[in-house]
């Protein structure tokens, strides 16, 4: 938000020449595409007339950080943002109901057949005649360089039924000017505002009826801190959804008495202050999370012990922590204690699993996560969580039992896998043979002589193949298929190992390695097929 305005010339040295005109001055402007700021306005000697002091909003696009000569005439935010460019350059905008002329002064037939949506919520379009706008449910005027309401109650006579409203990369400068129009649109419940600069209110309550109906606001690149959010809140006191991406949001602060209404919050592409993220907590209504690309690598709720609920976000349900700086699975135990988390997205980060594996990776964070039914994305189906779970218990069995065994493993134990105890009570505690004995990463590639038997077969001779540990079931049955011609799909594996005699170990997933069922050099594989 633009918080200078006219203050910015009082600061400089003045120069001699006519003065500011008002009307100019802290106004948005564009050139050649680009948005602009107008934070000076006068003469830049040596030379003559009148010029336009501005700081892009692309930095990349200036100059200079708004001093000339020895004169400071206007500061930037980003050094190296600002110009002086000639009045005749630039472009000042038109006001709302012309650029709708603009954008809909089209075919009446060709309007009514485009769908309108926003949500889950479908918009149905009136009767409509050309160059008759009262039934139109949406004004999607992004990048059209509107710079306020225009006449006084003319928005209100033409476009009383919209209900989505996108103002994206508009040219206006202050929330009163947003709030002139929100208020002549009764029936506003979308508002995007994306890539705008916008002063603060004075009077942030004088405009609460405005915008009495909204119900989702898109704030993203605005170049907002999150006090300037709290401050601006209680302008939406009906607010459901928030998306304030790529802004300048870092510490957060406690909403009190602000956005509790709020059930989605999109806070994507902001390098947050990780100790400050549980200040959201404080949204009692909050059922998705987005704090993707935020820089998080750790997350702690330190009011619940491990395997136990937090009191905090109780209505969390989806949340997305991809492309982070996670790596530790404390941080998944952590998550673990949030209470109804049901949906969760973690591309992108740094958890890895002691194979090396992405497939364990998921399988132990669906273990880890008992509550989830959708991972990436995807939905988690009930024979992939039984999967994923029993094979957790074998995974960590040989902890389990160091740490003790039994009901009562140590806290350390407990404090890693704080699910395992209730896992066990689900499937039972693992027998010795099944139990999967973490290897070190570097043996991933060690070969094995492994002999396929074919019981159902007895005409069939074994066959004695060197295989990699690391290669996936998925491969091995790929071989046998050139080996027996019998399509991959009905092929069932099992193992057997001299350790353990008269008993057979399944082989159920195609995405695991020979490793992760612990087959060694010498074991034997059953091939049996429908």
Known sequence: MTERGASMVANRTEPAGPAAPADLLGRRVSCDGDRASVLYVGPVPPTEGLWLGVEWDDPERGKHDGAHGGVQYFTCRHPGGGSFVRPAKVRLGVDFLTAVAHVYQIDAEEVTSNDISFGPKKLKWGKITERSYESL??????????????????????????????????????????????????????????????????????????????????????????????????????????????????????????????????????????????????????????????????????????????????????????????????????????????????????????????????????????????????????????????????????????????????????????????????????????????????LKNQLLKITFVFPDAADREPIEKKLLASMLVQKVKGLLYRLLKVPAADLRLTYTSPKKLGTEFEIDSDLKTLQFYSIEDGDQVLVRWS
Not at 143 to 169: M, W, Y
Not at 193 to 206: F, G, I, T
Not at 431 to 437: D, N, P, S, T, V
Request: neutral net charge; proline residues 6%; hydrophobic residues 40%.
């Open 137 to 442: 449910p949406s004004a999607l005027l992004g990048s059209c360089e509107v710079n306020g309401p225009g006449a006084g109650g003319e928005i209100r006579k033409t476009t009383p039924n919209v209900q989505v409203l996108d103002l994206s990369a508009s040219l206006l400068s202050r929330w009163e000017d947003v709030s002139a129009i929100a208020q002549q649109l009764e029936h506003l419940e979308s508002l995007t505002l994306m890539k705008n600069r916008l002063r603060l209110p004075a009077d942030v309550s004088a405009h609460r009826r405005s915008f009495c109906r909204l119900r989702v606001l898109a704030l993203n690149g605005c170049e907002l801190t999150w006090p300037q959010i709290l401050q601006c809140a209680p302008m939406w006191p009906q607010l459901e959804e928030l998306s304030v991406e790529d802004n300048n949001i870092t510490e957060l602060q406690r909403p009190e008495a602000a956005l509790q209404s709020l059930r989605s919050l999109n806070m994507s592409g902001n390098r947050l202050v990780q100790r400050t993220v549980l200040a959201l907590a404080a949204l009692p209504r909050l059922e998705y999370l987005n704090l993707s690309k935020t820089g998080l690598s750790d997350i702690r709720f330190d009011d619940a012990a491990p395997g136990g609920q937090t009191h905090m976000f109780p209505a969390l349900t989806k949340l997305n922590l991809e492309h982070n700086n996670i790596s530790e699975w404390r941080v998944v135990n952590e998550l673990a204690k949030l209470p109804r988390l049901t949906h969760f997205l973690c591309h992108s980060n740094q958890l890895v699993s002691s194979d090396g594996n992405p497939q364990t990776a998921n399988q132990l964070l669906i273990a880890k996560l008992g509550g989830l039914v959708s991972l990436n994305n995807c939905e988690i189906h009930h024979k992939e969580r039984r999967g994923a779970e029993i094979d957790y218990i074998k995974m960590f069995g040989e902890e389990w039992l160091e740490a003790g065994g039994g009901a009562r493993p140590s806290a350390q134990f407990v404090s890693q896998h704080p699910r395992y105890l209730s896992l066990i009570a689900k499937y039972g505690a693992p027998e010795e043979g099944e139990l999967k004995k973490p290897e070190p990463f570097a």
